[in-house]
């Protein structure tokens, strides 16, 4: 049971484009959605995140949003660049009583920005 | 500069020849987790450590095994990879905190199985 789903497995923008990246999760209990970016060859890198009591979190170029109600959390990618080309997964953490608060990621999505 | 190093990054073996893969880290977290990717799936936790302590996913087949024999190192152990356990293996580390429990990742092993 996939409880973190990203759903279009590839997006293709135009540089200085916007880039909107979706993620839908089904578990009510997860308090932090992180978003990652990954380059071929290395591992995946923490981009931005955003608390379940908040709905938009900015940082620079990268904002993410989120709607509780809809079960739904969006980064969005302004203006995009060749060199945002990763792919990108969305990750949730849960809230329980275990110490490691280990996340939850979705499957990711290919992010393309041609020149 | 403080990081996640992962060895092997690529790891060829035969079916049933046990393999080990290792990872490191200078953060000084003190949780370290290992994920299996498969391609173009999500991520998944086999396990973790809170310092010492072990934390096995309930799904995690009993092939997988994994040591810490201290802060720095981690291990994952297959005893006996099937044609199934070819992978991406993934290790992070992660200093727990109130916030969102931001895991730093190395570069992964790839392992392949013939």
């Known amino acids: 049971d996939q409880q973190v789903k990203q759903n279009s497995p590839s997006l293709s923008v135009q540089e200085g484009r916007i880039s909107i990246l979706n993620c839908d999760y089904t578990n009510s209990m997860f308090d932090y959605f992180l978003w990652y970016k990954k380059y071929p060859a290395e591992g995946p890198t923490f981009l931005i995140s955003i608390s379940s009591i908040k709905d938009k979190n900015e940082d620079g170029r990268f904002t993410v949003f989120l709607n509780k109600s809809a079960k739904h959390l969006s980064l969005h990618i302004v203006p995009s660049q060749p060199g945002d080309s990763a792919v990108y997964f969305c990750?949730?953490?849960?809230?329980?009583?275990?110490?490691?608060?280990?996340?939850?990621f979705g499957s990711g999505t290919q992010l393309t920005v041609l020149p | 500069d403080a990081m996640v190093i992962q060895n092997p990054r690529y790891q060829v073996t035969q079916f049933g020849k046990p393999v080990t893969l290792s990872c490191s880290q200078t953060?000084?977290?003190?949780?370290m987790y290992w994920y299996q990717q498969k391609s173009s799936q999500a991520p998944k936790l086999l396990f973790h450590?809170?310092?010492?302590?072990?934390?096995n996913e309930a799904d995690t087949p009993d092939n997988f095994q994994s040591r810490r024999p201290n802060t720095s190192f981690c291990f994952l152990d297959i005893r006996s990879p099937g044609l199934g356990d070819a992978a991406m293996y993934l290790c992070a580390t992660s200093r727990l905190s109130s916030g969102a429990n931001v895991l730093t990742f190395g570069a992964g092993s790839r392992l392949t199985v013939l």
């Open positions: 450590y809170y310092d010492k302590d072990f934390n």
């Open positions: 990750a949730a953490r849960l809230i329980s009583s275990g110490s490691a608060r280990q996340l939850t």
């Open positions: 953060l000084n977290h003190n949780v």
